[in-house]
């Protein structure tokens, strides 16, 4: 009986033991950025200053907005140049674009001021015309001094956002308003807090959550689509740190990455905001970053733009 007991002791030792082994977190495996190459044509890196890039999932394509030539460049998912479209289809002004699930594109323009603040066409993957979006059912009261500069097509729906008014319109694929955020009320904002403030940095992840930086309150948000908020986010030099932040994505396993402006960094957190690494770094080697901005990333590949004529670089993002 006594042995019975001891052994049955001796099983539930050994249990208590593996569930504390298994009980025990695991670390995440290393993240590591490594410098690919720069966005370029048959004569080279292509000159950029802050432009904006928005990646197709499917074909890896990259297309990039560059607002001072009113012109949509395509470079293909080794860094290529492969077309070019824009100003011949007479999208005026051009804000920003989206590539929608189905390869089409999504222009957001102001082109005729007298009917709208803002114009979306809608384009085939050449960026040949095909007709317009017109938003139905918005209130009065969000279209309102409404003067969109993002736009975006994630999982059926389309977001258009005021950065400066810190509003955000949510549509279906047809155009049929869904929802509209407040981002300054949600923030608590006054209306010169809000004047003082505004999003730089803006994106929506697989997951729908909105992504945002407010570089005057050193954070960074997530705002889930049940209206749920967290921040992260400490004023500082150091790594990890924020100074002047911009671009904001996040990949499929939830890493987020951060640009930092003024310390010419990329910062990554895990999903629960805790800094892994950072890279960049101010420089003239084709590593380092001047006055990184947007960020767009396609599973492993991050898209970073600069000042400079430093163009866009890519970067190999791998945890191991």
């Known amino acids: 009986m006594a042995r019975r007991m001891k052994k049955i002791r001796d099983v539930s030792a050994a249990a208590v033991f593996l569930l504390a082994i298994f009980a025990i977190p695991v ?3 290393e993240l590591k950025a490594d410098y690919l190459y720069q966005l370029s044509d048959f004569t080279g890196t292509v000159p950029y200053n802050w432009v904006r890039p928005v990646v197709d999932p499917k074909t890896h394509e990259v297309y990039v907005a560059n607002f001072s030539e009113r012109s949509i460049r395509v470079f293909n998912d080794k860094g290529m140049a492969i077309f070019e479209f824009g ?3 007479s999208i005026g002004n051009l804000y920003d674009l989206a590539v929608e699930e189905d390869g089409g594109i999504l222009l957001l323009s102001s082109r005729d001021p007298a009917i709208s603040s803002f114009t979306i066409t809608r384009c085939n993957f050449r960026g040949e015309r095909v007709g317009t979006l017109v938003p139905q059912g918005i209130p009065a009261a969000l279209i309102t001094n409404f003067h969109p500069s993002f736009i975006c097509s994630r999982n059926g729906r389309i977001y258009i956002a005021d950065k400066e008014a810190m509003k955000v319109l949510i ?3 047809a155009g049929q308003y869904l929802d509209g955020i407040d981002i300054a009320s949600i923030l608590g904002l006054g209306e010169k807090e809000k004047r003082d403030s505004g999003l730089v940095g803006l994106s929506v ?6 992504l945002f930086t407010v570089p005057v309150n050193f954070q960074a948000y997530v ?4 209206g749920k908020l967290r921040s992260f986010g400490v004023k500082g030099s150091s ?3 924020f100074n002047i932040i911009g671009g904001i994505v996040a990949d499929n396993s939830g890493n987020i990455y951060v640009a930092d402006t003024l310390r010419c960094v990329v910062m990554a957190f895990d999903k629960d905001f805790n800094f892994r690494t950072e890279f960049g770094y101010r420089g003239n080697g084709p590593e380092n970053l001047v006055a990184p901005q947007e960020l767009a990333i396609d599973e492993e590949k991050l898209y970073i733009t600069q000042s400079r004529n430093r163009g866009v670089s ?3 993002i791998t945890v191991g």
């Open 171 to 173: 549509m279906d694929a």
């Open 87 to 89: 100003d011949d289809i």
């Open 239 to 241: 790594p990890g740190k």
């Open 205 to 210: 992840d697989k997951d729908g959550n909105l």
């Open 314 to 316: 890519v970067f190999r």
């Open 223 to 226: 705002l889930s689509p049940a």
């Open 27 to 29: 670390s995440a495996g």
